[in-house]
């Protein structure tokens, strides 16, 4: 492990905005702060937005920055990137912004009933071979983990530059019948970014300078939580046309 890693890990351990349990405080266990986001951690009401998947936490820390009547969340595995966002929000004297190091797999440990108001998911794996679809964080099995920590009007956005991640979400929306707010296969292309959509990550620099369309999508669960999995058509037709690996992403 190179010494830049060893001394952002250190570095993580003094941010007080960063959350980072042992693997025995979350396995088939609830973690202290479950139910306690606001009187415990944000000391205050305010509605709580979570960023999965945060990388280096750029959507999380420009998202408070612009809402600072929110409190905002990010969550990865990725301890030496989520540095970043930790360190820029501890220097910035940011009160509404936390992250979380741990696995998007555990996020029910964290999160009670309707504590959560809102979710980002920006640029995630979008796992393109068809036997690791209930790992994309848009498959029947995340959504039904989502439904339990959300209010019931909370909405879930995905900004993405996979074309077929975008479309296997669009027929997941399909399957169950959810409100869709927006769905849109080109945000800068075709002039629908708005402040928000507008801020760009490390990643979505790299796809734009490829001359990758972002896409957009903005649905709700409507108080659903029933979520049984699918075999979507698309994977096998769209995956003859394989996206480009991300290989060192």
């Not at 944000?42 to 945060?54: M, Q, V």
């Not at 075999?231 to 992403?249: F, M, N, T, V, Y």
Request: hydrophobic share 35%; charged share 30%; glycine share 8%.
């Amino acid at each position: 492990m190179g010494k830049d890693k060893l001394r952002r890990f250190a570095e993580n351990r003094t941010f007080e905005c960063l959350v980072q349990p042992e693997f025995e405080e979350i396995f088939d266990r609830d973690h202290a702060l479950k139910g306690r986001w606001h009187t415990d951690f944000f000391h205050n009401d305010r509605p709580i937005t979570l960023e999965l998947g945060c990388g280096k936490g750029e959507y999380t820390v420009a998202l408070a920055q612009r809402n600072p009547d929110r409190n905002y969340i990010g969550v990865d595995i990725k301890g030496a990137r989520m540095w970043r966002g930790a360190k820029t929000a501890t220097e910035c004297g940011m009160t509404n912004v936390g992250f979380i190091r741990t696995r998007i797999e555990f996020i029910e440990s964290f999160f009670a009933e309707g504590e959560v108001s809102e979710i980002w998911i920006t640029f995630p794996d979008p796992q393109l071979k068809s036997r690791r679809a209930k790992k994309r964080l848009t498959s029947p099995l995340f959504l039904a983990r989502y439904a339990r920590m959300l209010t019931p009007d909370g909405a879930i956005n995905l900004k993405t530059d996979s074309q077929h991640l975008y479309k296997y979400t669009s027929a997941v929306i399909d399957r169950f019948g959810l409100p869709c707010e927006t769905s849109n296969d080109d945000i800068y292309g075709s002039g629908f970014a708005d402040e928000t959509l507008s801020v760009k990550t490390a990643y979505e620099q790299m796809f734009l300078s490829r001359k990758l369309p972002i896409t957009y999508t903005r649905f709700r669960l409507d108080g659903r939580r029933d979520f049984e999995p699918f075999d979507w058509e698309g994977d096998e037709i769209l995956l003859k046309d394989a996206e480009p690996e991300r290989a060192g992403l």
